[in-house]
């Protein structure tokens, strides 16, 4: 008999915490840490794929001849980083860090990457420090927003994000500026 009732209660219980498969997301509700602080970035990357000094080198593509329309990038080419970032537009603006890591052209249809950069400092109050973008970035819109998903030094626990917007396109040497406008809330 007991068992009998535990059995229902259970029952019961499921069907009470049974989950709803209407919504992917719960509401969203206020956060508060007074550990974390936030600090606001700005400052611009450069990245040329080709040319007499390029800041990024393709690794691997796969080979797939005729079909492809995005000659430089198509769909699967890995391409090694070491981006300088300055304070201003100009390439010959003050060097204050640098984007390291990869990108992948990842889509089959529209142009888009996807990014795994570590973006270091080496002056001012973050020198030292570095935080990750993990994050597509469809580079063929104008701005756009990345994932800011960890960090190290100052940026220890690092989450937030980043607009990019490009500044100026080389059509020579695919190289690009980039305006960075990062929000980044960490220890
Ligand atoms: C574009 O890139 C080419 C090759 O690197 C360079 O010679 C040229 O000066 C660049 N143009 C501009 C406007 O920066
Ligand atoms: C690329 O593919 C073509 C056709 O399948 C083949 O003939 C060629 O050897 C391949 N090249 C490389 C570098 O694998
Ligand atoms: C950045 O930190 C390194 C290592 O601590 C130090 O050698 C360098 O002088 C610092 N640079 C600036 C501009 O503060």
Not at 32 to 55: E, Q
Not at 148 to 172: C, D, P, Q, S, Y
């Amino acid at each position: 008999m007991e068992e009998k009732k535990i059995l229902w209660l259970a029952l019961i219980l499921h069907m009470i915490t049974a989950p709803v498969y209407g919504r992917y997301y719960s509401q969203s509700v206020p956060y508060a840490s007074p550990r974390k602080k936030v600090s606001k970035l700005h400052f611009f990357f450069h990245d040329r794929i080709s040319g007499k000094n390029p800041t990024s080198i393709l690794i691997a593509r796969p080979n797939i001849t005729g079909e492809d329309k995005s000659p430089a990038l198509p769909f699967g080419s890995l391409f090694a980083v070491y981006d300088p970032l300055t304070v201003g537009p100009k390439p010959t603006s003050e060097i204050i860090g640098h984007a390291e890591g990869l990108y992948v052209s990842s889509s089959q249809d529209a142009l888009t990457l996807v990014i795994y950069l570590d973006f270091g400092f080496t002056s001012g109050s973050f020198n030292g420090s570095s935080f990750s973008l993990f994050s597509r970035n469809p580079v063929t819109e104008k701005e756009r927003e990345v994932a800011v998903v960890g960090g190290r030094g100052k940026f220890r626990m690092a989450r937030g994000f980043a607009h990019l917007k490009t500044r100026f396109t080389n059509e020579t040497d695919s190289g690009t500026v980039v305006e960075c406008r990062a929000t980044v809330v960490h220890h």
